[in-house]
């Protein structure tokens, strides 16, 4: 993998006012992973369409 592309800190926040919970590092480097994996098909996606600009529309 690359190098981390969520911000740890705001994961972190975000989690503890939404649920009370903690984060563990193993959470967010899979979060992480998971992130790259859909940018990476959004990208396929966005070739395929002869584009160069990634769209919403490139999630699905």
């Not at 969520?6 to 503890?16: D, G, L």
């Amino acid at each position: 993998m690359s190098d981390m592309l969520v911000v740890s800190s705001k994961i972190k926040r975000f989690v503890q006012e939404k649920a009370q919970f903690n984060t563990s590092s193993e959470f967010l480097s899979e979060l992480s992973r998971q992130v790259e994996n859909i940018c990476l098909e959004a990208i396929e996606k966005t070739r395929d369409s002869k584009r160069k600009t990634l769209k919403a529309r490139d999630l699905s």
